[in-house]
Structures are given as C-alpha cells and as structure tokens.
Nanobody, 123 residues
C-alpha cells in the first residue's frame, strides 16, 4: 500500500516562503498522479495543486496560482510544494495525496493520504 509522509511545515511570517516535501513509498511512484490539499480549522479540505506522473501537466487552485508551485522528482519518490508570498489565511494542515490515473483536483479522486504537516503564517 502507498505510504506518504509530509515534512517541511512550520511557522513563517507573512510574505515568507516554505517548501513542503512528501515522501512516497510502497508502490511505483511514477504510476501515480500527486496532489496537495490543505485543511484549516472548521473548514473543508481544499485542493491546492496536482501534477501528473510525468510532470507534463499541473493544476492549481485559483487561491494559490502564481504563489505555489508543485513539482516532483521520480528518482527520489518525492513531490514538493514551494509556497511563496505566504499569507495568514494560508495557515492550515497541508496534506499530500496520491492517485493512480490522470490528474485530478477533487479530494474524492485521491485514494492515499499522508498525515499532514502544519503550516502557520503569522501576520
């Protein structure tokens, strides 16, 4: 079964940057499309970004387009989320997700999830 472990979260000031990493194991990484989601207290888990197995296609939520960048390294079995110009409203638990098949942007399309990493942006 797929195992996902996120890292890289923390406390950052508004306007700062963080890079989240997600380590993938248990299956052939290159067979999976990957995504990043986040969930703030009292809110639904929301889509942020996704990438195909070949990195040939990406998708972003409007709320993070131009500030966040998703990438992957199939040799390292890892996916990343570079987050720039962070805002207090970006504060949430960030989750990595995996799915077999084409790129997707809904949480129900992803079958495997990590435990999440906390990102806190102070004003």
């Amino acid at each position: 079964q797929v195992q996902l472990v996120e890292s890289g979260g923390g406390l950052v000031q508004a306007g700062g940057s963080l890079r989240l990493s997600c380590a993938f194991s248990g299956r052939t990484f290159s067979s999976y499309s990957m995504g990043w989601f986040r969930q703030a207290p009292g809110k639904e888990r929301e889509f942020l970004a996704a990438i195909t197995w070949s990195s040939g296609r990406t998708a972003y939520a409007n709320s993070v387009k131009g500030r966040f960048t998703i990438s992957r390294d199939n040799a390292k079995n890892a996916v990343y989320l570079q987050m720039n110009s962070l805002k207090p409203e970006d504060t949430a638990v960030y989750y990595c997700a995996a799915r077999v098949g084409p790129i997707a942007t809904t949480k129900g399309s992803f079958g495997s999830w990590g435990q999440g990493t906390q990102v806190t942006v102070s004003s």
